[in-house]
């Protein structure tokens, strides 16, 4: 029965479809990689994105389950960005920021105090509950809803994972820039976790379009209030996993960063150390 209810949940929306398959193709006639992670970075990113917004995730999610509407945020969050931004190369992106008004707002935008703002804001904002039960309740403000936490968390992970390592934040900078955003994050889904259910009444007593109630509620055993737990510990536990793994690469980045000061005061090739020259000149 829940293989069925997996089958049959399939949104299979034309757009999103084509959407993908869209930026699967633009991006190998583009860029005309030939084998690199680059490559397998970006259609990761977008498979991830497809059944973020395609799988029985997003039914369950629009109907049914709060915890897989969590899920599936985390994903648009905390996966896809990252993983586009990765794929992206060096020299499309430098096409693009050659480019004067792409070059003036990637200044503005790129700044970590104002990424971090946008998207955490962003993030809140959205599960507000009069927001958030807007979006159970129109399918244009969910998909408006989709399509900011894809922009303003893509502008999040840009100063640590710009295609242009000069665009990119200290490494070490990178750890306080994430710690701040599991704070954030953390806290949010604490107060999610302990909340009574009500808060978002559509998933208190859903409407069993699908005939899956029964399946959750009596044999997977999620009840209003386990829903509302699940879902603010996914929020929680491992989105705060995310950002420590990022604040760890951010550490490492920093220790294989070579140290120009000490580099300079080795031998060189015929033994000497190499001298600064004197600011003096010579008399």
């Known amino acids: 029965m829940s293989w069925n209810l997996f089958v ?3 949104s299979w929306d034309p757009s999103v479809i084509l959407g993908c398959a869209g930026l699967i193709v633009g991006y ?3 860029v005309r990689p030939r084998k690199s992670w680059k490559t397998v970075w970006f259609i990761a990113g977008v498979v991830t994105m497809f059944v973020a917004l395609e799988s029985p995730l997003d039914t369950l999610g629009d109907t049914y389950l709060f915890s897989a509407h969590m899920l599936q945020h985390l994903l648009l969050t905390f996966a896809v960005p990252p993983l586009l931004l990765m794929g992206i190369p060096k020299t499309l992106m430098q096409k693009i920021l050659d480019w004067p008004l792409a070059d003036r707002v990637e200044r503005i935008l790129g700044r970590p105090a104002v990424a971090w703002v946008i998207a955490n804001v962003t993030l809140w904002v959205w599960h507000i509950p ?3 039960n807007a979006t159970l309740e129109n399918e244009f403000i969910h ?3 989709h ?3 894809l922009i303003t968390w893509t502008i999040f992970w840009w100063p640590m994972l710009s295609p242009i390592e000069s665009r990119r934040m200290a490494p070490l ?12 994050n953390s806290f949010l889904g604490i107060l999610l976790t302990y909340a009574q259910p009500g808060i978002y009444p559509e998933y208190v007593n859903p409407v069993d379009e699908y005939g899956a109630l029964h399946l959750i509620r ?5 009840t209003p209030l386990v829903d509302q737990q699940l879902g603010g510990l996914f929020m929680w536990v491992p989105g705060m996993l995310v950002f420590l793994f990022a604040a760890m690469a951010g550490l490492s980045r920093w220790y294989h960063t070579p140290d120009e000061s000490y580099e300079a005061s080795q031998p060189n090739s015929l033994g000497d150390k190499t001298i600064n020259p004197s600011p003096l000149k010579e008399v």
């Open 8 to 10: 049959s949940l399939w």
């Open 28 to 30: 190998l006639a583009i």
């Open 130 to 132: 009069v927001m958030y």
């Open 143 to 145: 998909a408006f809803e």
């Open 147 to 149: 399509l900011l936490f």
């Open 173 to 184: 900078a990178t750890i306080p820039y994430t710690f701040a955003a599991g704070v954030s």
């Open 218 to 222: 009596n044999v997977w055993g999620i």
